[in-house]
T-cell receptor, first 114, second 113 residues
Framework: ETGVTQSPTHLIKTRGQQVTLRCSSQ?????VSWYQQALGQGPQFIFQ???????GRGNFPPRFSGLQFPNYSSELNVNALELDDSALYLC?????????????FGPGTRLTVT | DQQVKQNSPSLSVQEGRISILNCDYT??????FLWYKKYPAEGPTFLIS?????DKNEDGRFTVFLNKSAKHLSLHIVPSQPGDSAVYFC????????????FGAGTTVTVRA
C-alpha cells in the first residue's frame, strides 16, 4: 500500500509567479484535501476534492485553485503569488467524504515566496 | 478567526511521567475532535479522536477527555516515552461545515530521558 506523496518537496518562487503542487493519494482513496500551514500555526483548510469535484472550500481567495484527476491524484495551483503564501502545503487523502479521522497526510511541500 | 486554540506552544516532560495537552474551542457546532501527531519532515498522523456524545476515549497510552460545557479537551499520554516527542495538533470538525478540519496551532512535546 503506497502512502500519500507530494511533489516537489521544496520550492522557491518570486512574488507574482504561479505555482503548481502535486499530490498522489493513498491507494484506494478518492478524496483529497489541501491545507496550508504557515510557520507557527496549525494547518488551514484550503479545499477538498471528491471524485474530481470540489467538495468544500475554506477562506482562501480564488487564485488558489485545484484539480483532481481520474486516478484521484490532485494539483493545487496558486496564481499571483504573494509573500504570505510562503508556507507548508499539505495534502491529505481519504476514502469517501466526509473524511474525519481517516485522513492520511503527505509530508508536504515547503513553498517560499521571495 | 481561530476556532481551535492550543495555548501552550511547548511542553517538556520526563520519560515515564504523564503528558497533558490542552485544547479549547469556540465553535459550539463542533461535534468531533481529533488529535494529530507530527514529526519533522513528515505529515500529521492521526492519533485519537472523540465524538461529542462521549466525554472520554482511550487507546493504549493515549486518552482524550472532552468537557463540552467548558469547550475544552485534553490529551493525556501515560507513560510518556522519548518517541512521543513531536508536535501535537488538536483539530475539530462539524457536519454543518462538510466536516472540514479546523486545527489548533500545535504543542511541541519534548520527552526528557
Amino acid at each position: 500500500e503506497t502512502g500519500v506523496t507530494q511533489s516537489p518537496t521544496h520550492l522557491i518562487k518570486t512574488r507574482g509567479q504561479q505555482v503548481t503542487l502535486r499530490c498522489s493519494s493513498q491507494s484506494g482513496h478518492n478524496t483529497v484535501s489541501w491545507y496550508q500551514q504557515a510557520l507557527g500555526q496549525g494547518p488551514q483548510f484550503i479545499f477538498q476534492y471528491y471524485r474530481e469535484e470540489e467538495n468544500g472550500r475554506g477562506n482562501f481567495p480564488p487564485r488558489f485553485s485545484g484539480l483532481q484527476f481520474p486516478n484521484y491524484s490532485s494539483e493545487l495551483n496558486v496564481n499571483a503569488l504573494e509573500l504570505d503564501d510562503s508556507a507548508l502545503y499539505l495534502c491529505a487523502s481519504s476514502l469517501g467524504s466526509p473524511p474525519r479521522d481517516e485522513q492520511y497526510f503527505g509530508p508536504g511541500t515547503r513553498l517560499t515566496v521571495t | 478567526d481561530q476556532q481551535v486554540k492550543q495555548n501552550s506552544p511547548s511542553l517538556s516532560v520526563q520519560e515515564g511521567r504523564i503528558s497533558i495537552l490542552n485544547c479549547d474551542y469556540t465553535n459550539s457546532m463542533f461535534d468531533y475532535f481529533l488529535w494529530y501527531k507530527k514529526y519533522p519532515a513528515e505529515g500529521p498522523t492521526f492519533l485519537i479522536s472523540i465524538s461529542s456524545i462521549k466525554d472520554k476515549n482511550e487507546d493504549g497510552r493515549f486518552t482524550v477527555f472532552l468537557n463540552k460545557s467548558a469547550k475544552h479537551l485534553s490529551l493525556h499520554i501515560v507513560p510518556s516515552q522519548p518517541g512521543d516527542s513531536a508536535v501535537y495538533f488538536c483539530a475539530a470538525s462539524d457536519v454543518s461545515n462538510d466536516y472540514k478540519l479546523s486545527f489548533g496551532a500545535g504543542t511541541t512535546v519534548t520527552v526528557r530521558a
